[in-house]
């Protein structure tokens, strides 16, 4: 079991000696890794289409996570590196397989590449890719990305990608490095259980996860691969379960073979770092209990 933490992207603010302290002091409270949440651009709610319950809109600040995570590799020793999740389909698949690439190689091999297909089109529009198309071009992108780690050079011919003998140099310690998928539709279970090394689910209950992960584990054993081999990396969100439900809900997860745990300690107000720390303190007591 590791345990993990979800960096407070809308709440830690802009100064970069605050997201050093929070960083080295996850080290310090033994934590494994830490997750962060992907977003390019905000939109503006106000406009046809949007819904009210989209969680972030322009108001919220993001931090880029490739570039957050390069600086966190540079200022910690231990700490893993969870993207979670960032949405490929909005990004080239050999500019996220080159980034990764050197992010795992300057972290000595801390990265984990957490992938959705994202739910803001607005976002994805701004950038330039079809959101309707999301679901197919994820699915090559982790192909490519995969060939692009652990061979210098690369054919490919698919859909949305034509790669004619190419590569990335240098190469990832891990090759390939990890790729776990967000999201629970029947075509992402599939996904990642041909090309993934994990599942990270939205905040879910034990009970609602667990016919989920049946089918995943179903979907692994028609892929030849064992279930004890895949990950399930959990977050617990401190606004919805405080600290007393921790205990039970570990247990539960555990009897289910979740690997990893995280805690979400935004949307609780907090106005200070240390009350995220203490926060995290408390979860790890108690989950190592």
Sequence with gaps: MKLGAVFPQNEIGEDPAIIRQYA???EGLGLDYVMAYDHVLGACPDRPGWQAGYPYTHEHPFH???VLFAYLAGITQTLEFVTGVLIAPQ???ALIAKQAAQLDLLSGGRLRLGVGVGWNWAEMAALGYRFEDRGQR???QVQVMQLLWT???VRFSGKFHQLDEVGIN???VQRPI???FGGSAEAVLQRMARLGAGWIPNTLSPEQAAPTLQKIRDYLREQGRHPAQFGVDVRFSLSRQPAETWPDLRAAWLELGATHFGLNTMGMGFTNLRQHLDALAAFAR???A
């Design 178 to 180: 990890p790729v776990w």
């Design 24 to 26: 080295q002091a996850l």
């Design 64 to 66: 880029e996570v490739m």
């Design 286 to 288: 108690v989950m190592r």
């Design 91 to 93: 990004r080239p698949a």
């Design 151 to 153: 061979q210098p050079l």
């Design 170 to 172: 240098p190469l990832p």
């Design 138 to 140: 994820i699915d090559e």
